[in-house]
């Protein structure tokens, strides 16, 4: 099975960066994978690792230690429009035979003024 | 619009009733996931089909929940009698079966029991 742990609530400014740490423990691992949901909307893709190190994409970056089973989504130059709650989830590994994602509870970001 | 498409949108029904929802995934897609999401949480998954098959149920899908996808391409899921901790959004989700697996979701069914 899968256990996700990320934080419940972060704040931070616009214009700033901010760091949001997911844990994992997994009997298999097959990828990792970072969603954004606005309050009342579904989860829309950002990012997907599963090789170690750090994906790029625009102003969002995200990090994969396998070894550590850790992660984090980094986003930059924050903007007004990314409060919203972010969510880790994990893939298991293909010969399990499972396919769904196991989600964590999802960190909210609150950008102030 | 390409995008997995969900129906109806909010559906209040009263304890005991019958419910059932549909799901339109993106048509390239023949993997398509049910999961249940509370407030305050992650999605929770229910079940997935690859093309017309159901190959994987989670244990929180009890005997009261049922869901179907007979030509491969749109799924229903059905809830029977349904109860007030049957409150959710039910989201639907697509993807291929190759490449990253990234999955799409439809904009859920925000259901609520009385």
């Known amino acids: 099975g899968q256990n996700i742990d990320q934080p419940t609530e972060m704040t931070a400014t616009e214009g700033a960066i901010v760091q949001i740490n997911c844990t994992y423990q997994?009997?298999?691992?097959?990828?990792l994978f970072w969603y954004q949901q606005h309050a009342g909307e579904a989860p829309t893709f950002l990012s997907y690792n599963v090789l170690d190190g750090l994906e790029e994409k625009g102003r969002f970056s995200s990090f994969l230690s396998r070894s550590k089973g850790y992660s984090y989504l980094l986003l930059k130059e924050l903007q007004m429009k990314d409060s919203a709650s972010y969510l880790c989830a994990v893939r298991d590994a293909e010969d399990t035979g499972r396919r769904a994602l196991t989600f964590g509870s999802g960190t909210r970001l609150q950008v102030q003024p | 619009d390409t995008g997995v498409s969900q129906n109806p949108r909010h559906k209040i029904t009263k304890r005991g009733q019958n419910v059932t929802f549909r799901c339109d995934p993106i048509s390239e897609h023949n993997r398509l996931y049910w999961y249940r999401q509370t407030l305050g949480q992650g999605p929770e998954f229910l079940t997935y089909f690859q093309n017309e098959a159901q190959l994987e149920k989670s244990r929180l899908l009890s005997d009261r929940f049922s869901a179907e996808r007979p030509k491969g391409s749109f799924s229903t899921l059905e809830i029977q009698r349904t109860e007030q901790g049957d409150s959710a959004m039910y989201l639907c989700?697509?993807?291929?079966?190759?490449?990253?697996?990234?999955?799409?979701f439809g904009p859920g069914t925000r259901l609520t029991v009385t």
């Open positions: 989700a697509s993807s291929r079966d190759r490449g990253t697996y990234e999955q799409y």
């Open positions: 997994t009997s298999g691992f097959n990828g």
